[in-house]
């Protein structure tokens, strides 16, 4: 699975850090960085952080553009 995370509507809330913590890692006080190529024991994880995402800012899957896994 493939994920990108829109850098400029994301605010750092990092609930995807904390549900996703092998994924989603901050950077400093806010900034958000991540892995945009998901393991597949961790697709729950993303998942559930995609949907806890306040700002909808992390699309994944085919949202995410070309997915072939």
Request: net charge negative; glycine share 8%; aromatic share 8%.
């Amino acid at each position: 699975m493939r994920i990108v995370v829109d850098l400029n509507r994301c605010q750092g809330y990092a609930q995807c850090a904390f549900l996703a913590p092998e994924v989603f890692f901050l950077r400093g006080d806010e900034a958000l960085g991540y892995r945009p190529r998901v393991p597949d024991d961790q697709r729950e994880r993303v998942g559930r952080a995609v949907a806890a995402c306040p700002v909808q800012a992390i699309a994944a899957g085919p949202a995410a553009g070309a997915d072939v896994d």
